[in-house]
Nanobody, 124 residues
């Protein structure tokens, strides 16, 4: 069982930056692949970024590639999403999720555990 708590969301102007954090409980955090997904108002939840259990491999949605960076610190049971050059269309609730096993996951149904989400609002 893994419990996830996101933080770091907020209101930011277009072009600005934010760093989201996701703190995980449980001693087996390092065995989980992790991901960030988001859901904008009126839209379906979508994949944003993922990282393997070791942090050795990452994968990004085309819409955020080059602007967002996912990373993890297994000693701190935490995964991060650094977001640069934020756009209005990045406004969404961002969710942290964990998938058993180490490989990168890009499909929503592949994730086993979810956080409660943190709101990111980008203003013009």
């Amino acid at each position: 069982q893994v419990q996830l708590v996101e933080s770091g969301g907020g209101l930011v102007q277009a072009g600005g930056s934010l760093r989201l954090s996701c703190a995980a409980s449980g001693r087996t955090f390092s065995s989980y692949a992790m991901g960030w997904l988001r859901q904008a108002p009126g839209k379906e939840r979508e994949f944003v970024a993922a990282i393997t259990w070791s942090g050795g491999n990452t994968y990004y949605a085309d819409s955020v590639k080059g602007r967002f960076t996912i990373s993890r610190d297994n000693a701190k049971n935490t995964v991060y999403l650094q977001m640069y050059s934020l756009k209005l269309e990045d406004t969404a609730v961002y969710y942290c999720a964990a998938a058993a096993g180490g490989g990168v996951r890009t499909a929503i149904y592949e994730y086993d555990y979810w956080g409660q989400g943190t709101q990111v609002t980008v203003s013009s």
